[in-house]
């Protein structure tokens, strides 16, 4: 006969527990961290140069929101995009009138790998791994 022993169950619990309560911050804090360098990276190399320079500017990361079991940020401006900086969407996905200069997909593109490293790091910072 063989037996398993298991050490240490209660202390695994309650360090768990005691992460629970602060995973959604630690996730938050770790996308919107992850998120900075497309942002820098958009706002550095937009084709657009408007007179006020609002729509560099403008250009922010959204706080966190969760559908389900998915938490996103956006990061620039969206289709949806009813701001002050509303033409920057034009500027990314193009008009009738107008060909796509896209930036935003360029940052985000160029800067994915870096995106997710960062992600990783503070999510597991944050867990104290």
Do not use: C, H, W
């Not at 022993?5 to 695994?12: I, K, Y």
């Not at 389900?68 to 996905?93: N, P, R």
């Not at 193009?94 to 060909?99: A, F, H, L």
């Amino acid at each position: 006969m063989a037996e398993l022993e298991l050490q240490g169950m209660q202390e695994l619990m309650a360090a768990l527990q005691s992460i629970s309560g602060k995973s959604k911050s630690i996730q938050n804090k770790a996308l919107k961290k992850a998120a900075k360098p497309i942002l820098d990276d958009a706002t550095r190399t937009t084709t657009f140069k408007d007179v006020s320079g609002a729509g560099r500017t403008g250009l922010k990361i959204s706080r966190p929101k969760s559908k389900g079991d998915v938490t996103t940020v956006l990061i620039g401006v969206d289709k949806a995009d009813i701001s002050e900086i509303f033409y920057m969407k034009m500027v990314e996905f193009g008009t009738t009138k107008m060909v796509a200069r896209p930036f935003l997909t360029n940052a985000y593109l160029n800067n994915k790998t870096e995106a997710i490293r960062i992600l990783r790091e503070e999510l597991r910072k944050g867990l104290g791994l």
